[in-house]
């Protein structure tokens, strides 16, 4: 099977085009439906207009409109891709026929695809129709990939007894690039400099092009000066950003309550409890909030590891932390251009509650990535857990703690137990609170045979630490090789 090559204008993506070339040219009759979906701004529409291009397919991007409006652009579309003249179509059963005669055996992208289900509800089951044994798709050979940003529609097209469940062969979610490759995307040599930029910005693509006008820090001396010329300057589109992710959320009503969720959040209340007391509302009022942001992907629901109790929620895009934490409190400042009065102020802030979170994500990121070759297994799982040390009446955070794939019938085996710290040098004392952590955990029943305790710094390790053999060191540079 011959694939249809990845344009060298297209960064990294590399899973994704092998996923969507695959769909793309596989001869099997069965394949017939792919969903794309992934948060805005994440390439989705760059990768699968490649991909049109490339295998001569037929793209149609959908915009807010009506279905009468949208018909009439459907129509100029198929008709431009069929040579010239004009379709008119009275409905979405006429329209789809016409498309798959014209395009035949190639492939079909509809883009942005909850705008067409928002104006014309019943184009799921037509497009079912379309692709039933005997639908104009099936007969025509045509391969049709949906794509939106829109989550919960996206998730929804396939759930429960909704019209096309069963009939996907592709579920594609895009996602931002991972820390290595954001920063070979915005030319960033220097990993204190990436890690920096990655907690502004994060993986998302479009952050580096459309939206800094492809304006990068050119050095570390260049941050604060970058900072105050892009994410701080209101005449700069990615300064509004943050606040257009939500409102773009078609499941979003009351974006106010949003808001003081993801605050809290940034503020470091990862409980449902601890969000709940941050906004002074009842538990019972942020449940659906919470669940809406997770379906949406800004927020992600973790469960500690090791320790059975409530789940801890921690948002997804460092832009989002970066706005509640810093731009949402100096609002008023930054919107009358005294931004260099607001970020002079929020240093610490930045440093402590923005930089650090990023850089133990960072951190776990890299830990789910090393494999057998550092730790001595598989890797089954990675997250951050609290100990309770009941002798001292204190808990003890361990901010990397990977564990092997679970085997039935036996302990939970801990492969190493990590602490994470952006601006401080660790010293002894750092592996003297993860000796004790393992410690407990051994008289709790885990493996601990094999655990390797690991020290992540972005500021370096003391002499005597580095003279020990018993621990693993991870700097910035070893965070950033490649891997």
Known sequence: MDLPRKPERVFGRVREWDGLARFAASPSADVRLGIVSGRRRQGKTFLLDALAEQTGGFFFAATESTERETLERFGRAVAAFAGGGRYAFNNWEEALERLFAVVGNRLVVLDEFPYLVKASPSLPSELQRALDPRGQARVAGSRVLLCGSAMSVMGGLLAGTAPLRGRASLELIVKPLDYRQAAQFWGIADPRLAVLVHSVVGGTPAYRREFVAGDAP??????????????????????????????????????????????????????????????????????????????????????????????????????????????????????????????????????????????????????????????????????????????????????????????????????????????????????????????????????????????????????????????????????????
Request: glycine share 8%; hydrophobic share 40%; with cysteine.
């Open 218 to 483: 050119d050095s570390l001396a260049d941050f604060d000066s970058w900072v105050l010329r892009t994410v701080l300057n209101p005449q700069v589109p990615l300064f509004r950003e943050a606040r257009y992710l939500l409102a773009e959320e078609t499941e979003i009503r009351d974006v106010a309550l949003y808001h003081a969720v993801l605050g809290a959040i940034a503020g470091g209340n990862s409980t449902r409890g601890g969000i709940a007391g941050a906004i002074g509302r009842p538990s019972t009022d942020i449940g659906h909030p919470l669940s809406v942001l997770e379906d949406s992907q800004l927020i992600v629901r973790e469960a500690d590891p090791l320790t059975k109790g409530k789940p801890l929620y921690r948002i997804c895009e460092p832009l989002l932390v970066y706005y509640e934490a810093i731009m949402r409190r100096q609002w008023t400042l930054l919107e009358r251009g005294y931004e260099q009065v607001a970020w002079s102020g929020s240093q610490s802030t930045f440093l402590s509650k923005v930089v650090g979170p990023n850089f133990e994500s960072i951190c776990r990121d890299w830990a789910l990535m090393a494999g057998p070759a550092i730790f001595g297994d598989l890797v089954g799982h990675v997250a951050s857990a609290s100990i309770n040390d009941a002798k001292s009446r204190t808990q003890i955070e361990v901010d990397v703690v990977v564990l092997a794939a679970e085997e039935p019938g036996l302990p939970k085996r801990v492969l190493s137990l990590g602490e994470s710290k952006w601006d401080r040098v660790m010293d002894v004392g750092h592996v003297q609170r993860l000796e004790r952590a393992r410690e407990l955990l051994a008289g709790k029943g885990y493996d601990v045979s094999s655990t390797l305790l690991a020290c992540y710094s972005g500021a370096g390790f003391s002499p005597a630490l580095r003279a020990r053999n018993d621990v693993l060191l991870v700097d910035l540079e070893t965070l950033y090789a490649a891997g």
